[in-house]
Nanobody, 126 residues
């Protein structure tokens, strides 16, 4: 069983920065995908950024150049550094993880992840 616990959300003004963290515990995979998703009430959950065990990353077009996903394997922690935040970034942010098949690409699709955290709220005011 994989447990994911997010932290680091909060309220900032437009142009500000936040760093989200996701601590992973329980069962671990040697080959994995990990990702950040976000959701606004009444809308579908959307992928923000993903990273695999080799360090390959992918981003949604809306956050490219502003957000950076990274991981610290020694601390079993996933990060999302968010800079130049905009009101449109306001959402609940979720950490997700799953086993990665050999050579597979980590897509930003909800269906690709079976383990989820409880979420952390990010609010950006103009």
């Amino acid at each position: 069983q994989v447990q994911l616990v997010e932290s680091g959300g909060g309220s900032v003004q437009s142009g500000g920065s936040l760093r989200l963290s996701c601590v992973v515990s329980g069962a671990t995979y040697s080959s994995y995908c990990m990702a950040w998703f976000r959701q606004i009430p009444g809308k579908e959950r959307e992928g923000v950024a993903a990273i695999d065990n080799d360090g390959a990353t992918s981003y949604a077009d809306s956050v490219k150049g502003r957000f950076t996903i990274s991981q610290d394997n020694a601390k079993n922690t996933l990060y999302l550094q968010m800079n130049s935040l905009e009101p449109e970034d306001t959402a609940m942010y979720y950490c997700a993880a799953d086993r990665r098949a050999y050579g597979a690409i980590c897509y930003l699709a909800v269906s690709g992840y079976g383990h989820w955290g409880q979420g952390t709220q990010v609010t950006v005011s103009s």
